[in-house]
């Protein structure tokens, strides 16, 4: 059940969410969804002549994962903005842990709005993904 508005001051957070442990086998069915074949995503003699230890996600697969922890919390159909950033590799193995937080609540336009600062983070690591979003809310 999505939040409600009373429910949503600033400052609210969902409650975290792990994903994972990511395989090879995730990358290379993301790949085969988004039609995005690069082989550092999946060849492992490829990534290494690049200067990587292995192969490592395609980082839309992160944004994804992030969305769908977002739209869990408040509804797909609410979603009137949503923004990532990438900021580091995600490793065969990695396992994933995604936050969000309320950072602004406000009416505009005839509906209620809520401003979500979001998070992808490696466990035991860096963050993979920061992003934003805009729901509305009933």
């Known amino acids: 059940m999505a939040a409600t508005w ?3 001051a600033e400052g609210t957070k969902a409650e975290s969410r792990s994903f994972g442990p990511l395989t090879r086998t995730d990358f290379v069915r993301y790949q085969g969804a988004s ?9 492992e003699e ?3 002549s690049a200067g990587f230890p292995t ?7 992160q944004a ?4 769908t922890f977002a739209t869990d919390w408040l509804g797909a159909e609410n979603v009137r903005r949503f923004a990532v950033q990438f900021r580091e590799q995600v490793w065969p193995g990695d396992t994933l842990v995604c936050s969000g937080e309320v950072v ?3 009416e505009e336009d005839g509906e209620r709005k809520v401003d979500l600062e979001l998070s992808c983070d490696r466990e035991g690591g860096g963050t993979a ?8 809310v009933a």
């Open 6 to 8: 009373d429910g949503l």
């Open 35 to 43: 039609g995005d074949f690069n082989p550092i995503h999946h060849d």
């Open 46 to 48: 490829f990534a290494k």
């Open 55 to 61: 192969v490592f996600s395609v980082g839309m697969l």
């Open 64 to 67: 994804g994962i992030l969305a």
């Open 104 to 106: 602004k609540r406000y």
């Open 129 to 136: 993904i920061r992003g934003s979003a805009t729901f509305v």
